[in-house]
């Protein structure tokens, strides 16, 4: 295992080492458990990700997986049903707003946001004015509606032509836009991974986390555990690189090559760990 290239983050390993029982595994999906692919509904867990998870889980406090997708979807595309070693694994889908638990195998949630219909009605429309409604793909959310510019031909343009008419689009019915890895979510205001990754370090009492992430929509998660760790709580920063967002990389302790990098640290954790 690479050693984290900060004092602060060889600080949060060290804790993590000494007292994984006392240690909360965090980790985004698309992108950080998952390859990115052109269709999100495509998209799957890295084929070692289960395993390097069953592996790990036991041996800490807790593994949560928080994302922006539905906590379901996360569950299915995950394949985090029912396996063996993932028992104390929870889900924490739209940002928090959803939760799945694996003893119960049931999700937990608040009613949708209002706006997020008003945003569905109209979204077509505002595509189709921007000449973009062919070129985009609209990904349904059910308490976020998302745009994704990667199958256009020019998918930066696109993205940076849809920005100014989707914030405003949000605006009118009370959502905020964050902007991600050629997509676009139109959300709720007030969740993000942070305050959802700050709440679940509180309700399990751990004295060390470890998050890795790999789109802007991690950066208020790696801001939870600065904040952490400057109240005394040791974390890990970890960045699954892309090229595409270059952002992470500056502020994690260490960084891996993607997905396949991830699995490869969370099996080194395992062994590190005592699994076999």
């Given at each position: 295992?690479?050693?984290?290239?900060?004092?602060?983050?060889?600080?949060?390993?060290?804790?993590?080492?000494?007292?994984?029982?006392?240690?909360?595994?965090?980790?985004d999906f698309d992108g950080t458990l998952a390859p990115i692919v052109p269709d999100p509904e495509q998209a799957r867990a890295h084929p070692d990700a289960v395993p390097a998870l069953a592996a790990l889980a036991p041996r800490v406090a807790s593994v949560a997986v928080i994302t922006g997708r539905p906590a379901g979807v996360a569950v299915r595309h995950g394949g985090f049903a029912g396996v063996p070693g993932l028992?104390?694994?929870?889900?924490?889908?739209?940002?928090?707003?959803?939760?799945?638990?694996?003893?119960?195998?049931?999700?937990?949630?608040?009613?949708?946001?209002?706006?997020?219909?008003?945003?569905?009605?109209?979204?077509?429309?505002?595509?189709?004015?921007?000449?973009?409604?062919?070129?985009?793909?609209?990904?349904?959310?059910?308490?976020?509606?998302?745009?994704?510019?990667?199958?256009?031909?020019?998918?930066?343009?696109?993205?940076?032509?849809?920005?100014?008419?989707?914030?405003?689009?949000?605006?009118?019915?009370?959502?905020?836009?964050?902007?991600?890895?050629?997509?676009?979510?139109?959300?709720?205001?007030?969740?993000?991974?942070?305050?959802?990754?700050?709440?679940?370090?509180?309700?399990?009492?751990?004295?060390?986390?470890?998050?890795?992430?790999?789109?802007?929509?991690?950066?208020?998660?790696?801001?939870?555990?600065?904040?952490?760790?400057?109240?005394?709580?040791?974390?890990?920063?970890?960045?699954?690189?892309?090229?595409?967002?270059?952002?992470?990389?500056?502020?994690?302790?260490?960084?891996?090559?993607?997905?396949?990098?991830?699995?490869?640290?969370?099996?080194?954790?395992?062994?590190?760990?005592?699994?076999?």
């Amino acid at each position: 295992m690479d050693a984290p290239r900060t004092a602060a983050g060889r600080e949060g390993l060290a804790a993590l080492l000494a007292r994984p029982e006392r240690s909360v595994i965090a980790l985004d999906f698309d992108g950080t458990l998952a390859p990115i692919v052109p269709d999100p509904e495509q998209a799957r867990a890295h084929p070692d990700a289960v395993p390097a998870l069953a592996a790990l889980a036991p041996r800490v406090a807790s593994v949560a997986v928080i994302t922006g997708r539905p906590a379901g979807v996360a569950v299915r595309h995950g394949g985090f049903a029912g396996v063996p070693g993932l028992e104390h694994l929870v889900v924490l889908g739209h940002y928090g707003a959803e939760r799945w638990d694996a003893v119960t195998g049931t999700v937990h949630a608040p009613a949708p946001h209002p706006g997020v219909a008003g945003v569905r009605s109209e979204l077509p429309g505002v595509l189709e004015t921007a000449g973009l409604w062919h070129d985009t793909y609209v990904e349904e959310k059910g308490r976020a509606v998302a745009v994704h510019t990667r199958r256009a031909p020019d998918p930066q343009a696109a993205f940076d032509a849809l920005r100014a008419p989707l914030s405003a689009l949000a605006a009118r019915h009370g959502l905020v836009v964050e902007p991600g890895r050629l997509v676009l979510e139109l959300r709720p205001p007030g969740v993000d991974k942070g305050v959802a990754l700050t709440e679940y370090v509180r309700e399990t009492g751990a004295e060390s986390v470890l998050y890795a992430g790999d789109d802007l929509g991690d950066l208020p998660a790696y801001a939870a555990v600065e904040k952490l760790r400057a109240n005394g709580t040791p974390g890990l920063l970890v960045c699954s690189a892309s090229e595409e967002v270059p952002d992470l990389a500056g502020r994690a302790d260490l960084t891996v090559p993607g997905p396949s990098g991830v699995v490869t640290l969370l099996k080194s954790l395992a062994t590190e760990l005592g699994a076999p």
